[in-house]
């Protein structure tokens, strides 16, 4: 089959997707991907062989349109692969994967039972309130996505399928250019960990907090030598600087690569060429993870636990809270799920990773104490009744709000309906008019109408009274000829008439002089 599939999203979500791509180009399918930009260096790693369509906008942004020149661009690519089977890859899907999957139809269309986005709203609905997929696969919303991969994939394929791990390497030109990268800083491959722990000026709720971060780090830096190099986006740069000066004398073999060109492909060899992963819950901790580096992430309950990276070896920590997972819509004052992870369990994790003890990935649930329970609860429900009275001044700005509109309203149906009056009145002195000039035209069309019979009439009698004319001077000219004729006839008779006499006169006397002598 030929198989188009959307990939919106972002880099991790991309790894994680690597087996059900791997199982797909396996079994003989040939795939068309869009993908994000920031996501097109990993495209030859996670689908080799794939076509790759880049999609250059952000469908999570407020301002996408899902009607402009881009999607149709997208349209017209995907339209042009001529495909079989269309397939929705995320759980959470948006407009863009909608608006696809009907331009394709009648192409059949395959999905996850999941959820839409809306980027207008910056909200979630029911997925199929807007369209029915052909095949919709039902998975839980809370199950790890390498789960919901492999369901799709299963659908896919027509059988059951276990799906391996996801595994990549990167590139020998991204290689190289780590390599050149770690000879300008006199860093050996090896010989230091990755690290993103930063965040933008939006993802505070997500991250461990500055301070916690300097400290994990110094730990490793002084107890075994660890040198890290700080990667991650422009708008994380900040908040990854003040870590590193929070770690003082420990900051000398910590490196800020935030924001570094050529970004993903950098980061995709720095990440090949280093001893492990420590950071939060990132697109680089699953590079790290499927290129079998040691992880070590801490976890809010945004979305736990969908997003828990394959990791060969490593420490995964979080505290459950009875309010995961929220989507990272967090009520509360801070995001204690991730916050109040306990410094010495990531020192301790640290220290286990080190020393070699830890096999597989361990998943640690930190159980929250009482007394962080206790101040969840109230402070939920501090947040809960400040909802309800946010609500309750909010209902009381509708119902005046809905007051004011139900008297705008009435105003306007008696203006609307004097209108109408005017309007009808108006409508029934012109129908007036119309049917007066009506029966003006129709008496005009009468008196045209008689008028073209006189002129037919008319027109008649002229061609008679032409031909009659042209009659009466064929007679006159026979008449004239006539004339003419009987007029010559005459003349000649008349001169025999006389000249006849004259010759017997003349030859009378002729004769007489003849006889009398004379001669001429």
């Known amino acids: 089959m030929r198989i188009v599939v959307t990939n919106p999203d972002s880099i991790g ?18 795939l068309f991907l869009i993908v994000r930009s920031a996501v097109i260096p990993l495209a030859a790693q996670v689908a080799p062989g794939a076509i790759v369509a880049e999609l250059t906008l952000n469908p999570y942004d407020a301002a996408f349109d899902v009607s402009g020149a881009e999607v149709q661009r997208l349209v017209d690519e995907a339209r042009s692969f001529r495909p079989d089977v269309v397939c929705i890859a995320p759980y959470q899907r948006t407009t863009l994967d909608e608006r696809l999957a009907e331009a394709l139809r ?36 809370d199950a790890r996505e390498l789960e919901k991969n492999q369901r799709l994939c299963g659908v ?30 006199g860093v050996r491959p090896g010989d230091y960990w990755v690290g993103c722990v930063g965040h933008s000026p939006y993802g505070a709720v997500r991250n461990w907090g500055a301070a916690n971060w300097a400290g994990a780090l110094s730990h490793a830096a002084s107890r075994y030598g660890r040198r890290f190099l700080l990667i991650g986006s422009a708008d994380e740069q900040v908040v990854t600087e003040e870590i590193r000066q929070r770690m003082a004398d420990a900051a000398t073999g910590c490196v800020n690569l935030c924001g570094t060109t050529p970004g993903l492909d950098l980061a995709l060899g720095l990440i090949q060429n280093s001893a492990g992963y420590i950071g939060r819950d990132t697109g680089p901790m699953h590079i790290a993870a499927a290129m079998d580096k040691p992880v070590i992430a801490v976890f809010g309950g945004g979305n736990w636990p969908r997003f828990i990276p394959a990791a060969k070896t ?22 204690y799920c991730v916050k109040q992870i306990p410094a010495g369990a990531v020192l301790n994790a640290i220290d286990e990773v080190e020393a070699g003890s830890v096999q597989g990935l361990v998943v640690r649930q930190i159980a929250p104490d009482d007394a962080l329970i206790a101040r969840v609860v109230r402070e939920g429900a501090a947040a809960a009744r400040a909802l309800r009275k946010s609500a309750e001044v909010d209902r009381s700005a509708f119902v005046r709000k809905l007051s004011e ?20 009145q108006k409508l029934s002195e012109t129908e007036g008019e119309l049917r007066s000039r009506v029966e003006h035209y129709e008496a005009l069309r009468e008196v045209m109408r008689g008028m073209a019979h006189e002129t037919e009439m008319l027109s008649a009698q002229l061609g008679s009274a032409r031909r009659a004319q042209e009659q009466v001077d064929r007679e006159c000219t026979a ?15 008349s001169v025999r008439w006389v000249a006849d006499p004259l010759r017997r006169a003349v030859l009378r006397l002729g004769a007489r002089a003849n006889r009398s002598g004379i001669v001429s």
């Open 156 to 185: 896919l394929l027509g059988r059951a399928v276990e799906l391996p791990k996801p595994r990549i390497t990167a590139t020998s030109e991204q290689d190289d250019l780590a390599r050149t990268a770690l000879q300008r800083l």
């Open 106 to 141: 009648p192409c059949y269309t395959v999905g996850m039972q999941g959820v839409l986005y809306d980027p207008r709203s910056q909200s979630v609905t029911a997925s199929g309130a807007t369209l029915q997929l052909d095949r919709s696969v039902a998975v839980s919303e």
């Open 13 to 30: 979500d991309f790894v994680l997707r690597q087996p059900l791509y791997q199982a797909l180009a396996s079994a003989g399918h040939d």
């Open 314 to 335: 490593g420490v995964v920590l979080t505290v459950p809270l009875p309010c995961s997972p929220c989507g990272w819509m967090c009520h509360l004052p801070d995001s």
């Open 405 to 424: 509109t139900e008297g705008e309203l009435r105003e306007n149906r008696q203006k609307f309906s004097e209108a109408e009056r005017e309007f009808r």
């Open 479 to 493: 008449l004239r000829h006539s004339i003419e004729t009987s007029l010559a006839l005459r003349l000649v008779r």
